[in-house]
DNA sequence: CGCAAAATTAAGCATATGCTCAATTTTATG
DNA sequence: CATAAAATTGAGCATATGCTTAATTTTGCG
């Protein structure tokens, strides 16, 4: 039972919530140390300054958006399918799920100057991530023709939009998953 | 010519830029002043605080939101489809249109205890807007069944997400706009 | 118990912040 | 040009911030 590694994932908790709430800049260290029950000191004993901690919390939210789409020879429309209905179920169930969403997209909007926070995201090109199944949807004639890219931002920009607004309110209903699947699938009429 | 009022609207514009970069709590009255090549005196000359800044920018932000979606008689899925495309030729063109879209989502996600910006973002709830249209499209069977807010859900957190990434990455290319109405459509396949 | 390692605190420093105010410069107009 | 209104400055107050440091408490273990 490490009692410290306790508070530290404590504090880093803490932090990711006022971050959310009033992004990097607004955030004081002494805010996170009072919300968590602690002390300024006992902050920066765990962590070396205030961008240690926003960093640990973009690795966290780099690697979970990281969905691996299992393009593991299934077919590209089953396999986003399913991705897309996995994402839509951690927002369901998992609150934490959508704030990491909502805290990733405030971190790309702000200018934090810091080489290694500028690295993760580009490695985490997260948009991107999705055109390899895309271009072999296309290629297998399923998905509809037009910038493969384009294909890209439409349905994960959608993914995104509709994260956000259920963090913002809680109860607001999920559209199915095939709905978005028809953003990206050929037409037949 | 009232150099006054230029002044102002300057001044607003780089408030725009600085909140967006920072957030509401991390930028400081010193950098809207200084970005705009002013004295800190002369912000507090045209705005009372702060506070009074942000409330002008959230005000021509949820009067920018508002898209009228003429549903004077058209088809809904003309009305929707020329109100979607609007929107992209904006995001094509304008790019202080897409950092609204930022600002705002910045908004609804900040906490601050001001009740006239609360009052505001609810007479703004953007995202039902598109309701009534949805159910008529529902009602005439254009429209595919299930929860019509779940549809707009759909549509409005698509735009909003493409948004995003539009102005993240403004050579983001756009998906078309009827992508995004297969999303709503009954399917005929 | 004894005692070293780990957890925690409180005070404090240098700097940045929101905002005020008296004073100065610029502008427009008779 | 004169003069009042408008635009603008810069110093300064009270408070908040990031972070350090020496000191104190708590913890685990022989």
Redesign the pocket.
């Known amino acids: 039972?490490?009692?410290?590694?306790e508070?530290k994932k404590q504090l880093l908790r803490v932090a990711l919530d006022v971050l959310i709430e009033k992004g990097y800049y607004g955030?004081?260290?002494?805010?996170i140390a009072r919300r968590a029950?602690?002390?300024?000191?006992?902050l920066?004993?765990y962590f070396?300054?205030?961008?240690c901690i926003y960093l640990e919390l973009v690795k966290v939210g780099v690697a979970e958006m990281k969905m691996d789409i299992e393009t593991a020879g299934n077919a590209p429309y089953d396999s986003l399918l399913q991705t897309v209905k996995n994402i839509f179920e951690q927002l369901e169930s998992n609150p934490s799920f959508g704030k990491m969403f909502v805290f990733m997209d405030q971190v790309q909007h702000t200018a934090v100057k810091e080489k290694e926070i500028e690295a993760l995201l580009e490695s985490a090109d997260i948009c991107r991530q999705w055109e390899p199944v895309i271009l072999e949807g296309q290629r297998r004639g399923e998905f509809r023709e037009g910038n493969p890219h384009a294909l890209c931002v439409a349905v994960f920009g959608a993914i995104q939009g509709i994260a956000q607004e259920k963090v913002r309110i809680p109860d607001t209903p999920l559209p199915k998953a095939e709905w978005l699947m028809d953003m990206i699938v050929k037409r037949t009429k």
Request: hydrophobic share 15%.
């Open positions: 039972m490490d009692k410290g590694d508070r955030t004081s260290t002494r805010e029950g602690a002390s300024s000191g006992l920066f004993h070396s300054n205030k961008d």
